[in-house]
């Protein structure tokens, strides 16, 4: 029948995921044996654990946002801009050598609240107007910069004058760095909107099939602006964490993010084309990526190769994880 049909289809989609995502759990540990082995008095340490968490906090949680994007069969490349411009309205909203406005714990949902405007700007430019999110994000990435770079200005550097709020994401009150915990809840955060909520259910459907979505009444246009809008959020709490490990406000304090972030994504298992993955996926990805630079730096690896080789661990990375579902996967040009 077409209920057992559907069914059966089911149950082997989750089997191909599964498999996919023991393939990526067998990377990380694959990587975390190798450098075990490389360099056994520096890798496999708690303090190195910590780092690595440490490193891997703020991606991940630029990772929650970016994830449901792409599930949606978009992207958004704004990242590094919305840090930026979020990151900066953040420590001149808190007391900060400048002596700024200093509005209390009320610069955290400040910051939040710009990412979440200039990522649901982006939205509804994409789905208003029709212009590809690739276009739209680019450019409200150089937009954030450029706010950012007007908030920092010509003056002296803006150092954040909380030292308890600048040493927190490091702590490890519960044995792992604050930071990793936050990034923790993001994730938790993430899972439960993409199982539980309209908002996640439907960037699914959207991804899976926008036309049939489209003609299920599904209003595609408000939610994808609420999607990049989160996204922007979690972007945005990104450049708060940024600036509290740098204890200063810094318009480029994003840089870098983009590329770590998308390329977690697809090795986590959630496919540009949409439908698939998820957030939970995403921290797999990042997992791998943060032990790789990690241990590579611990090794000795010259800098001026460590791109290449990170470059090739990725090329391998994506081909493992999507081999099991290399039939299904769909091609763009």
């Given at each position: ?294 241990g590579l730096i611990l090794v000795g690896v010259d800098p001026s190769i460590q791109s290449g080789v990170s470059g090739v661990v990725l090329v391998a990375a994506v081909i493992a994880a999507g081999w099991s579902q290399r039939a299904r996967l769909r091609v763009f040009k």
């Amino acid at each position: 029948s077409l209920s057992e049909t559907g069914s059966g289809g089911a149950a082997r989609r989750r089997g191909l995921a599964a498999r996919a995502g023991l393939a990526e759990l067998a990377i990380l540990l694959a990587l975390v044996a190798i450098f075990s082995v490389l360099n056994p008095h520096a890798f496999p340490t708690l303090t190195n654990l910590n780092t690595i968490l440490n490193n891997a906090a703020i991606p991940i949680v630029i990772g929650v946002g970016a994830s449901l994007v792409v599930l949606t069969g978009r992207i958004d490349l704004s990242v590094e801009g919305v840090m930026g411009a979020a990151g900066m309205a953040f420590v001149l909203l808190s007391a900060n050598s400048r002596e700024t406005a200093d509005i209390g714990w009320l610069a955290y949902p400040a910051a939040l609240a710009v990412g979440a405007v200039l990522g649901g700007t982006t939205g509804a430019i994409h789905a208003l107007a029709k212009v590809p999110s690739f276009i739209v994000s680019l450019g409200m990435w150089y937009v954030g910069l450029g706010i950012a770079a007007v908030l920092f200005g010509y003056e002296m550097i803006p150092f954040l004058g909380n030292e308890a709020a600048v040493a927190w994401p490091t702590a490890t009150p519960l044995g792992l760095p604050n930071s990793f915990v936050l990034a923790l809840v993001v994730v938790g955060l993430g899972w439960l909107i993409e199982r539980y909520t309209r908002l996640g259910r439907y960037a699914y459907a959207i991804g899976n099939n926008e036309s049939v979505a489209r003609m299920t009444g599904i209003p595609v246009a408000g939610f994808v602006v609420a999607i990049f809008a989160f996204a922007g959020a979690c972007s945005a709490l990104a450049g708060v964490m940024g600036s509290l490990a740098l204890g200063a406000g810094s318009a480029t304090v994003g840089v870098g993010m983009l590329f770590l972030t998308l390329a977690a994504i697809v090795i986590g298992g959630t496919p540009l084309g949409g439908g698939r993955g998820g957030a939970l996926r995403t921290v797999t990805g990042v997992l791998i990526l943060s032990t790789l630079y990690n241990g590579l730096i611990l090794v000795g690896v010259d800098p001026s190769i460590q791109s290449g080789v990170s470059g090739v661990v990725l090329v391998a990375a994506v081909i493992a994880a999507g081999w099991s579902q290399r039939a299904r996967l769909r091609v763009f040009k």
